[in-house]
């Protein structure tokens, strides 16, 4: 009965171990969507009520990922500093993969001017988190895939071991 239990417990750590490795590719996929999905109501927004955009990074509506991003931005802009650098700090926190973390920290920059080019830099930058998103999405299935079968059956192995 003990060796039982044993077995139970190094197979259910086994499992664990499997959810925290994956757990960080997960919440990149993750942050990939709600950031897609806040600029693009951004792009909307701006298209069709004209509002500015240091007061739509004000809403309350975006997921929890971009919301505490564009809550933060929102912060350093009322202390004083600018947009692009605001934007580039702010990025560096987000949980993305390290290409689009980069090209999205630039991102800020390009958000200054009239309403088309910030229209057209929010449409471009969530078309690149599609693309993303799409090959992220491939290789995490094959990436869990792998990894069940890899703690699966070191899990099995180790029970086998210890009886």
Known sequence: MLRLF?????LGGGMLLRGTLLSASRRELQTQYELREALMLLEKEITFTLTPLPKLLLRKDFGTCAGAFFTAVSG???LGKTLAQSWFDCAQALSLPPRIKERFARLGANLGGDETGVRRTLQLMAEELSGSIGTQERAQRERERLTTVLCLSASLMLVLVLL
């Not at 044993?6 to 190094?10: K, T």
């Open 6 to 10: 044993g077995g139970v417990l190094i």
């Open 76 to 78: 350093e802009l009322c």
